[in-house]
């Protein structure tokens, strides 16, 4: 390589979400120079198009409806616009934390889900709880980490949630996630920075404000006792199991670290060929008969442990070489992944030159 490479991070509305970005960046400095640009503000194009960049860095908004569509509005101009690069792509940014589209694309796709409808009348819901079987899913168009993701056990309580989304609107949450634990511990640290408590109450404030009206997302229950989650970026493979608490495995933090059927591999590694995504956390349903159904797919998403998987006890990945998987020990996931992402994104360059 001779030169620099260029790359642009993308920040959302939220100040320090895209701080694991500048930190990958940061310790490879040698190799790239990279410039923060806050896709929120008017200036946005104005300073894309003042500089060459040679990739985007993306970090999508993923808390109210009103950000995630700007988000997804301008990195399209981006990218279709300007034809600049952009990782995680366009592709994967577009199906990040919107439950409406992304039912949309998986059957677009014929991929195997549960069964998903998007209600924009009231009767068209009430006539499909009327003739489904209980209990159903129902889900806000934005909510990580299990929020927004109700259980309805039988037709009263279905009734129910659709008379207040169709009514009054519903929101995911409307302060801290009690799911991530030691909020004891995160009260303090926001204590010792008062201007983190400003921007904490910001949020909270945004989230119980962006209240879904006028739709409906209700999906089939697939009975389960876990949900496999497969991680992708590049071409480093990991997995393992989000174990249930109070019915639902997203945002539990609970995990079984066991050795993952080559078989689901397989199937993540054609999904994520098909459409070259390359930063996915494909989290899925296996059925009583061995089979695999998608649930979500998310470009950025959480990391509690150092590790993605544990294959007879050891930290690693694997690796599909010529049709067959290696598993290579080792800890690959630092940063919460964003240093594979960098190191991903690097190497498409280098491709380049």
Not at 23 to 44: F, G
Not at 71 to 100: C, H, M, Q, W
Not at 306 to 312: A, D, E, G, I, S
Not at 319 to 341: A, C, H, P, Q, T
Request: proline share 4%; glycine share 6%.
């Amino acid at each position: 390589m001779n030169r620099k490479y260029n790359l642009a991070i993308l920040t959302n509305e939220q100040p320090d979400d895209h701080y694991l970005w500048v930190a990958a960046c940061e310790e490879r400095k040698k190799e790239l120079n990279y410039t923060i640009v806050n896709l929120t503000s008017s200036d946005w194009l104005e300073k894309i198009k003042a500089e060459k960049f040679d990739y985007l860095l993306t970090k999508p908004s993923g808390l109210t409806s009103m950000f995630k569509q700007l988000y997804d509005e301008r990195l399209s101009i981006l990218v279709n616009e300007l034809k600049i690069l952009a990782f995680p792509t366009l592709g994967e940014v577009l199906i990040y934390e919107n439950k409406r589209y992304f039912s949309f694309w998986l059957d677009a796709h014929d991929m195997p889900h549960p069964d998903t409808g998007v209600f924009y009348h009231r009767k068209e819901a009430v006539d499909f709880i009327n003739r489904t079987n209980f209990p159903v899913v129902g889900k806000l168009n934005i909510g990580a980490s299990g929020h927004g993701v109700e259980i309805l056990k039988d037709i009263q309580a279905a009734r129910e949630y659709i008379g207040e989304i169709f009514t009054k609107g519903k929101t995911s949450r409307t302060g801290p996630n009690i799911s991530k634990g030691n909020l004891f511990k995160r009260v303090v640290n926001k204590l010792k920075n008062p201007s983190e408590i400003v921007n904490r109450l910001k949020v909270y404030n945004a989230i119980a404000s962006d209240r879904q009206k006028g739709y409906v997302i209700l999906q089939e229950f697939i009975p389960h006792n876990f949900e496999w989650r497969v991680v992708r970026i590049g071409d480093s493979f990991f997995a393992h199991k989000k174990l249930l608490k109070k019915d639902k495995a997203s945002g539990s933090l609970l995990k079984g670290y066991i050795n993952p059927p080559l078989k689901l591999l397989d199937f993540v590694k054609e999904i994520t060929d098909r459409f070259e995504f390359y930063s996915q956390a494909v989290d899925i349903f296996e059925t009583n008969e061995g089979h695999y159904l998608v649930n979500e797919m998310q470009c950025i998403f959480g990391q509690s442990d150092p590790y993605q998987m544990l294959v007879n006890g050891k930290p690693g990945r694997y690796v599909n070489i010529k049709g067959k998987w290696i598993f290579e020990e080792g800890i690959f996931n630092r940063k919460e992944s964003y240093d594979l992402r960098l190191q991903y994104v690097l190497s498409q360059l280098n491709k380049r030159e």
